[in-house]
């Protein structure tokens, strides 16, 4: 059981540059999550999921996009990379929401625009 | 605007004392309420969860939570230089989303 899994680790791009950040959970969890971290700031949900074809806006929603085609995976996708999006990327699944639905992160993605 | 107050710290303890991490939450509505360890560097890793009112021991953690003083903290017994970390506080009120505080720094002083 690998939990939750972020592709890749590191990343460097370009101000302008795309890229699709991979997130995979095998727990059987519907709740996906995408946050961003940035430093002092706290975590702030980018886009999250219910099910599968069910995607909806977080606080931070704007330069990104998500899809949901399965249970399993979540990819967010970054298009034309601004520097303002330099952060530390979580994704994050859960069994739903409500009491008693712990939240489990994936190990993050560290993304610098430059 | 719903928030989640943590004191940023850093709190120093020496080692083997019991360190204290308080948060205070605005939402009356909250319903589960969380505590993350966090590394430098690595993502949030649960390590509590409290539902009702009054103490959750878990080995050397004890969650202690008062709806009516919207206040939960966190005692760690025994600290150890191991547990030098950022302490999140996440907060549910029953929906989808889960309010995060940003985190109260902790070093245990060998």
């Known amino acids: 059981n690998a939990g939750v899994t972020q592709t890749p680790k590191f990343r460097i791009l370009k101000i302008g540059q795309s890229m699709t950040l991979q997130c995979a959970q095998d727990?059987?969890?519907?709740?996906m999550y995408w946050y961003r971290q940035d430093p002092g700031m706290g975590l702030k949900l980018i886009y999250y999921?219910?099910?599968?074809?069910?995607?909806d806006k977080g606080e931070v929603p704007n330069g990104y996009n998500v899809s949901r085609s399965t249970t399993e995976d979540f990819p967010l996708r970054l298009e034309l990379a601004a520097p303002s999006q330099t952060s530390v990327y979580f994704c994050?699944?859960?069994?739903?929401?409500?009491?008693?639905?712990?939240?489990?992160f994936g190990p993050g993605t560290r993304l610098t625009v430059t | 605007q719903k928030e989640v107050e943590q004191n940023s710290g850093p709190l120093s303890v020496p080692e083997g004392a019991i360190a204290s991490l308080n948060c205070t939450y605005s939402?009356?509505?909250?319903?589960?309420f969380f505590w993350y360890r966090q590394y430098s560097g690595k993502s949030p890793e649960l390590i509590m969860s409290?539902?009702?009112?009054g103490d959750k021991e878990d080995g050397r953690f004890t969650a202690q939570l008062n709806k009516a003083s919207q206040y939960v903290s966190l005692l760690i017994r025994d600290s150890q230089p191991s547990d030098s970390a950022t302490y999140l506080c996440?907060?549910?009120?029953?929906?989808?989303?889960?309010?995060f505080g940003t985190g109260t720094r902790l070093k245990v002083l060998a």
């Open positions: 994050a699944s859960s069994y739903g929401s409500g009491i008693s639905y712990e939240q489990y």
């Open positions: 727990m059987n969890h519907n709740y």
């Open positions: 999921s219910v099910g599968a074809g069910i995607t």
């Open positions: 939402d009356r509505g909250s319903q589960s």
């Open positions: 409290i539902y009702s009112n």
């Open positions: 996440a907060v549910n009120s029953g929906t989808y989303k889960y309010i």
